[in-house]
């Protein structure tokens, strides 16, 4: 049985992926590769990904694997930024990696939690963050790389507006990086959580900050499902700092959502 760590992207997913591979040696541990230049990453054992604030290659673990398997996740790999459900071409590449991992870390794949649990009969772990830390992370990272597409944001974005009414698209602003991870965050959230009493067993729902303050939150992971996240203490970040505009932003999306939920419609 597989273990998905699943969050939208800087909620925490990567804390559990690293912790994930360091405890557990015997296992194959993947970082689900969603990036569009997957071959050239894994073809470079010497990778360093720009997102961390340590330097990082999450591809390494694919190192672990043979040549063959990791030709094989090259060939089938899928870029679709946010899959709304299983198709078979997808279904191909998704068979293929739950098949050689243990545990899997992937951020895109919120509205295949169904799919995961009923298909492979998944232990699905979701971390959730505060919304305005969620935002501001981004923002960070946009401004170390100087890339305000980090993790492909427009891209996702681009598949959740679908979901949304002309009306709500009409007051964002799709060219600002608050909005859209807001918006992004969000819409996904409220999507997954609102089909998690159909796969409830299979499921347990983390939150970043309680998994930074309290060690007991990953003895908890642990039982749920029987892999290692405990072997070495938590780097804990302090003093956070969001930028105003951030909050005062955030907040204005917010309640145009609000209004979104207030007319009845569904995510």
Known sequence: MTTVIWGYFRTGTTLLYKLAEEC??????????????????????????????????????????????????????????????????????????????????????????????????AKIVITMRDIYHVVQSHINVARKTGDDNVFEN??????IRKLLPSVIRSKIDEDNIIDRVTVSYIVTYRKVLSYIPLIQSNVMI???????????????????????????????????????????RVDYVLSVLDRYLVMGLSF
């Open 24 to 121: 557990n040696p015997d296992k194959v541990v993947l970082y689900e590769p969603d990036h569009t230049k997957l071959k050239s990453r894994l073809e470079d054992p010497n990778y360093i990904e720009p997102h961390q604030p340590v330097k990082f290659n999450p591809f390494s673990s694919y190192f672990k694997l043979s040549e063959d398997t990791r030709n094989r996740i090259i060939e089938l790999h899928v870029e679709d930024p946010c899959p709304f459900g299983m198709y078979p071409r997808l279904e191909r590449y998704v068979d293929y990696i739950m098949s050689v991992a243990d545990v899997i870390k992937v951020n895109r794949w919120g509205f295949l939690l169904k799919d995961l649990v009923k298909r492979y009969n």
């Open 154 to 159: 427009r891209s996702y974005y681009e598949k």
């Open 206 to 248: 983390v939150r970043y900050e309680d998994i930074e303050q309290d060690r007991s939150e990953l003895e908890k992971i642990e039982r749920f499902s029987d892999i290692s996240f405990m072997c070495r203490d938590l780097f804990v970040k302090v003093n956070r700092v969001i930028d105003i505009n951030v909050r005062s």
